[in-house]
């Protein structure tokens, strides 16, 4: 997979999850926990049903829509339903089975779950590292083009081959230039 594939797939499950930024919140005296956006209102990400007598699920939110904003905050649209996860297991043996009673699901097993948070949470260990890694990556390419590109006893960058005197040209040169001024694109 080359790296404008995966940063494609992480950008694609960012863009479909609930915009953040996200946070915990809840109360310990009602035992209500929950992870919800930290503004618009506090739209539910996840929270937890009890589940037998010793055992909790998580609940997804489901039916949310929701339009960016460039100003910075999103229009949600709709009510949300929280559905238990359970109902939104994506199972081992039959991945495109949406319920444990259709006949091609013998066995319960699961491998996610049919939601975009879901899906965000699952991925974001791997994701982070891989862009902490990519991060490093361009970091020490960056540092080996300033390094490449030095002036000499006359000015000219020995990298570029810019003659100062024939072309005159502010240090740092061009290319460096270049990597300093390079706009910051969000997504």
Not at 3 to 29: H, M, S
Not at 101 to 128: K, L, M, Q
Not at 129 to 138: I, N
Request: with cysteine; net charge negative.
């Amino acid at each position: 997979m080359t790296t404008a594939d995966r940063l494609d797939e992480i950008k694609a499950r960012a863009a479909a999850a609930t915009p953040g930024p996200w946070g915990w919140f809840g109360n310990t005296d009602v035992r209500h926990i929950y992870l919800s956006t930290k503004y618009w209102g506090r739209q539910i990400v996840m929270d937890f049903a009890r589940w037998g007598m010793q055992s909790a699920r998580p609940r997804f939110a489901r039916g949310r829509t929701f339009r960016p904003n460039p100003g910075g905050w999103h229009d949600f649209d709709g009510f949300a339903l929280m559905v238990d996860a359970d109902q939104l297991a994506r199972f081992e043996v039959a991945p495109n089975a949406t319920s444990r009673t259709d006949r091609r699901v013998y066995r319960a097993d699961i491998t996610g779950f049919r939601n975009p948070d879901a899906t965000f949470i699952e991925h974001s260990r791997a994701d982070v590292d891989w862009l902490v890694a990519e991060v490093d990556r361009l970091r020490a390419a960056i540092a080996v083009v300033r390094r490449t590109h030095q002036p000499d006893g006359d000015g000219d960058c020995t990298a570029c081959g810019v003659d100062a005197h024939e072309d005159p040209i502010p240090w740092p040169c061009a290319t460096v230039r270049a990597l300093d001024e390079a706009p910051v694109v969000a997504s």
